[in-house]
């Protein structure tokens, strides 16, 4: 299975893995409906809401690991 990275587009990440929703929500990530995830990638959206984008895509990649 392919991992997310933090070059991937938000949208990407979400409509490729329905499941990480609750995860963005954990991490106060709640503009998956602006334009913004349709082309910030992970890291940008990350940066720009002060999130340690490391541990956002450690949660992300151990719950589509399952």
Excluded at 7 to 20: A, L
Excluded at 35 to 54: M, R, W, Y
Aim: hydrophobic letters at 45%; charged letters at 20%.
């Amino acid at each position: 299975m392919a991992l997310i990275t933090k070059d991937m587009v938000i949208q990407e990440i979400v409509t490729k893995y329905p499941q990480t929703l609750p995860v963005f929500g954990q991490f106060n990530m709640g503009c998956l409906g602006c334009s913004g995830a349709l082309f910030e990638t992970l890291e940008q959206g990350a940066l720009a809401h002060g999130i340690d984008v490391d541990a956002m895509l450690k949660a992300l990649n151990d719950l589509i690991k399952k």
